[in-house]
Nanobody
């Protein structure tokens, strides 16, 4: 069983920044993709960023140009740098990895709240 632990959530003002971290229980250098997803109250879960084993990335249109997904091999950590935050970014954020859709294993989530 693979475990993932997210951290770094909290409160921010609109226009501010937060950086989320995700540490898996397996080496991050493995041949699997990793994602950040979010779910706001009364909304469906939304994938916001994906990183492939070769470090190529994709982003949801809603966060493109504001969020950056990256991996730090030395720290075995996945990051989501979130800049120019908006109130609509408020959600529980989850990291996940593995499988064709990068969703085999999930963390417990970290809450992000952005106030206007």
């Amino acid at each position: 069983q693979v475990h993932l632990t997210e951290s770094g959530g909290g409160s921010a003002q609109a226009g501010g920044s937060l950086r989320l971290s995700c540490v898996p229980s397996i080496p991050i250098t493995g041949a699997f993709c990793m994602i950040w997803s979010r779910q706001a109250p009364d909304k469906e879960r939304e994938q916001v960023a994906l990183i492939n084993p070769d470090k190529t990335t994709t982003y949801a249109d809603a966060v493109k140009g504001r969020f950056t997904i990256s991996k730090d091999i030395a720290r075995n950590t996945l990051y989501l740098q979130m800049d120019s935050l908006k109130p609509e970014d408020t959600a529980m954020y989850y990291c996940a990895l593995g499988g064709r859709r990068c969703e085999n294993y999930w963390g417990q989530g970290t809450q992000v709240t952005v106030s206007s």
